[in-house]
């Protein structure tokens, strides 16, 4: 009788100090995850395969910032990026969140915070990238010129395939659900990040909305489709 081995998650851990990496190294393999330890974001994108499920990427490294490699890595790959960085001002996050990232784990850290976080990603992650082709059916929303598949993950503009992180994909899905219905920045924090929304949590949404109009938008200054309602929210129109 064959028996049949699962492939373990993959998570690359980039920091160019070996005792935080051995640490993170140690607490991930504790959870049965296949960690690749790397010490500079050059050798990270030397490194980058189709086979990572996740990065954590350290911000402050000698060579390339965490924030350049991040950069360089979505020009290849939407693989879910989670920052370890002791800066958490509202300018760190928000510079974070534009070159790429996913979410952020602020030294020092807790066992659990890193474990939640990495699970967290982990599935949302799953759930972008959707069934296989064999077991999917098709489901769209439509919405003027904006088109989404709900199984395959995909959007459209004018028949254009839209590059989409899986974030931008998620917000872009939620507000289509529900063309002219207004969200706040805590309607679409939680739905799309699935966690706790606490006031800071504003910023980060107001990025990704920037980031997902860049794509959506002939002119992101003045949005069409996805408009501002001032004091209460964002809607599709």
Not at 140 to 150: A, G, Q, T
Request: one cysteine or more; a negative charge.
């Amino acid at each position: 009788m064959k028996s049949i081995i699962k492939e373990k998650t993959k998570i690359m851990v980039v920091d160019d100090d070996p005792e935080i990496r051995e640490v993170i190294s140690i607490l991930l393999s504790n959870e049965d995850f296949d960690v690749i330890e790397v010490e500079s974001g050059e050798n990270a994108l030397k490194m980058l395969t189709t086979n990572i499920d996740l990065i954590i990427l350290d911000v402050m490294m000698s060579g390339m910032s965490g924030y350049q490699t991040s950069k360089m890595i979505r020009e290849r790959s939407n693989v879910p990026i989670l920052f370890l960085t002791a800066r958490t001002q509202n300018s760190d996050l928000i510079l974070g969140y534009s070159s790429g990232g996913d979410d952020y784990l602020a030294k020092p850290f807790s066992y659990p915070e890193l474990i939640a976080r990495v699970k967290g990603l982990l599935r949302r992650y799953t759930v972008y990238q959707g069934k296989q082709l064999s077991e999917r059916k098709t489901e769209y929303l439509v919405w003027n010129d904006l088109r989404v598949d709900c199984c395959c993950n995909m959007a459209w503009r004018c028949e254009e395939e839209l590059e989409l992180t899986s974030t931008e994909y998620r917000i872009l899905r939620l507000l289509l659900s529900h063309p002219g219905q207004i969200f706040s920045a805590q309607n679409i924090y939680e739905s799309v990040w699935e966690e706790p929304f606490f006031s800071t949590d504003s910023n980060t949404v107001m990025v990704f909305i920037r980031k997902l109009r860049e794509k959506i938008e002939d002119d992101p200054k003045h949005p069409v489709h996805l408009v501002t309602v001032w004091g209460k929210g964002y809607r599709i129109e």
